[in-house]
């Protein structure tokens, strides 16, 4: 009796999460969850469709769900985010060579001088992640970064009484240690940022043929019980997203809405010609 009235009120669902949104897919579509491997691209397809994979000899195609929404995608934010960390690298380059100039030739140090308000520093505030790895190597920026800053007023100092040389000696032996620990941090982590972003793949056996939904991250498999759209997402003001999803759900496990997609919506019509075949 139990059961029935689960079944009545609730769906499971394979959940999965782009960007800060969660999506439901029947589990019954639902095949496996595999990493995405090598993607050919194809000619003349809509920008959703990211070419075709190839799985375990058949070739199935692969849908970007980011793509579906009109978001960036992960590769593209994850560039983005090695850009700006390259520039904030570079910035504690210039940092001390400006330190330096205004030592040397008695230049106005117009720089930061506390660590949290450079951008690095603003940035590195201000950032969160629920990667673990990820976060724990960013916490290793913080001492490094203090010390870098914190020489500032002991080298004008040092140039203030006449002692240009401990100043330099100072900037000097900072570009060696905590500088030289910046960059090393920074290149592990541009190492991590790319290795942690690899888009999963969820091959769903839709009616009109089988796809690989690209994803952020596939947060689990769980009952979703109904919930209102009026007051949580407002599907009727997205129409990117309104023609895909069927209803909306709610997560007891995590306290959030998701939204039940129609496979075959999300697909674009593309799948029906490229049924799954031989590869």
Request: aromatic fraction near 4%; charged fraction near 25%.
């Amino acid at each position: 009796m139990a059961t029935a009235t689960i079944e009545q009120e609730a769906t499971q669902q394979v959940v999965v999460r782009v960007e800060d949104r969660y999506f439901g897919l029947p589990i019954r579509l639902v095949r496996e969850m595999v990493s995405m491997g090598a993607v050919t691209d194809l000619p003349h397809v809509e920008d959703h469709v990211r070419g075709v994979m190839n799985l375990r000899g058949k070739v199935i195609p692969v849908v970007d769900l980011r793509h579906r929404l009109d978001l960036t995608s992960a590769e593209a934010e994850v560039e983005e985010l090695i850009a700006m960390l390259d520039q904030r690298e570079q910035d504690h380059r210039n940092w001390l060579t400006a330190l330096e100039r205004a030592v040397l030739e008695g230049e106005e140090f117009k720089l930061a001088t506390d660590p949290h308000k450079c951008a690095f520093g603003k940035w590195y505030d201000a950032f969160t992640t629920d990667n673990l790895v990820l976060a724990n190597h960013l916490k290793r920026f913080d001492a490094p970064h203090r010390q870098i800053h914190a020489i500032a007023v002991d080298c004008l100092n040092h140039a203030a009484k006449g002692n240009p040389e401990g100043a330099i000696e100072l900037i000097n032996g900072t570009r060696e240690t905590a500088l030289a620990r910046m960059i090393e941090l920074f290149a592990d982590l541009r190492r991590l940022l790319r290795e942690t972003c690899r888009t999963i793949t969820v091959v769903i056996d839709a009616p009109s043929g089988p796809y690989a939904l690209a994803v952020d991250e596939v947060t689990g498999v769980e009952w979703l019980t109904p919930a209102p759209t009026e007051g949580d997402i407002a599907t009727d003001e997205e129409p990117g997203v309104s023609s895909m999803v069927i209803s909306m759900a709610h997560s007891g496990d995590r306290d959030h809405i998701v939204s039940l997609l129609d496979v075959e919506s999300v697909a674009g019509g593309f799948v029906t010609p490229m049924a799954a075949t031989e590869g």
